[in-house]
């Protein structure tokens, strides 16, 4: 006999009182509440601190920082968490924040912790790189899938929705405060990041790990290295990382997540060199000062999981083939 999925959630939820699951899921649902602080980091400029940890039920996913700018014309958001119930609750706290209507959400990218939020906005305000469009539209079904079965409850609501503003200039004015626009890559394929000019705020998006190890899922490290580069050659004041603490200096955020791209890079054509297999290049040694970046094992075992075939592939002789 085959079981289908249905059968077996009938079954499981015909086992239960009539009257428990309602009360039970409610309780639950309504008690799934996200905070939203927001911490001031520059003139008119707050950040949403994520968690620094991988996305699990108890985080609901809320890992991303997103920032909130307050501009003579209304509100800008950049990125907008990981679910409708996240947006909604960022939207209520940064109109209250402000004072004003928001009227225009950037998203970075288009992994899920800053993208699936965007449905409680517009969709004509929401505003994102040609190439993170095209992403979503590959990608999103996938990344909403993983996530409802990470977060479940958390996710309800949330549709895959998709950014309605393609953004092809190279910068945006909101009532005389510009924000400069620079179309990058590396964590993903289309990355962006955005200068706020008149406090000198650099929002990185995940182009910047601060005191938090990168995640590499799609990422091309080449590229990565070339988009930071760039940054660090502007003559911004502060950072905001995608992920972990705001960086006051603007620098330590690039500097850090070059150094983890350079060392994975180097450990990893090391490690298939050396014959490791994947479960012992998880294992490998993080040395300091790296080793103090949150999330650093998982994040290294995640990277050796999708980098390492193709290193295999690359690096190894085919003994059939000599
Ligand atoms: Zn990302």
Do not use: C
């Not at 706020?196 to 080449?222: Q, V």
């Not at 990893?268 to 479960?279: I, K, N, P």
Request: aromatic share 6%; no cysteine.
């Amino acid at each position: 006999m085959i079981l289908s999925r249905r059968a077996v959630l009938g079954g499981l939820i015909a086992s239960i009182p009539a009257t428990a699951p309602a009360i039970a899921m409610g309780a639950t649902f309504a008690a799934l509440n996200y905070p939203i602080t927001p911490v001031a980091i520059a003139d008119g400029v707050w950040m949403v601190a994520g968690a620094d940890e991988p996305i699990r039920r108890d985080n609901g996913g809320a890992i991303a920082n997103i920032t909130i700018i307050d501009t003579p014309a209304g509100t800008v958001l950049v990125d907008s968490g990981p679910s409708l119930r996240y947006g909604e609750a960022l939207k209520a706290a940064a109109e209250q924040l402000t004072g004003r209507k928001v009227i225009r959400v950037y998203i970075t990218h288009l992994h899920p912790d800053h993208a699936m939020g965007l449905g409680a906005f517009p969709q004509e305000i929401v505003a994102a790189l040609p190439g993170t469009i095209a992403d979503i539209q590959r990608d999103g079904q996938g990344f909403s899938d993983g996530m409802y079965r990470l977060l479940d409850d958390w996710m309800r609501g949330t549709d895959l929705k998709l950014p309605g503003l393609p953004i092809r200039t190279e910068s945006e004015s909101f009532g005389g405060r510009t924000l400069r626009l620079m179309a990058l890559s590396g964590h993903s394929s289309a990355d962006l990041a955005i200068l706020d000019e008149h406090t000198g705020t650099l929002i990185g998006g995940d182009l910047l790990f601060h005191r938090r190890a990168p995640a590499t899922p799609t990422a091309d490290l080449a590229r990565w290295r070339e988009s930071l580069g760039m940054l660090d050659r502007l003559l911004h004041k502060s950072a905001v990382p995608g992920h972990g603490p705001f960086d006051p200096s603007g620098r330590e955020a690039i500097a850090q997540t070059r150094d983890w791209i350079d060392w994975l890079d180097q450990s990893l054509t090391d490690a298939v060199r050396s014959g490791l297999d994947m479960v012992e290049a998880g294992e490998m040694a993080i040395p300091a000062p790296l080793s103090v970046m949150a999330a650093g094992r998982y994040e290294l075992q995640r990277s050796v999981s999708h980098f390492y075939p193709a290193l295999e592939g690359r690096l190894l002789p085919r003994i059939d083939k000599v």
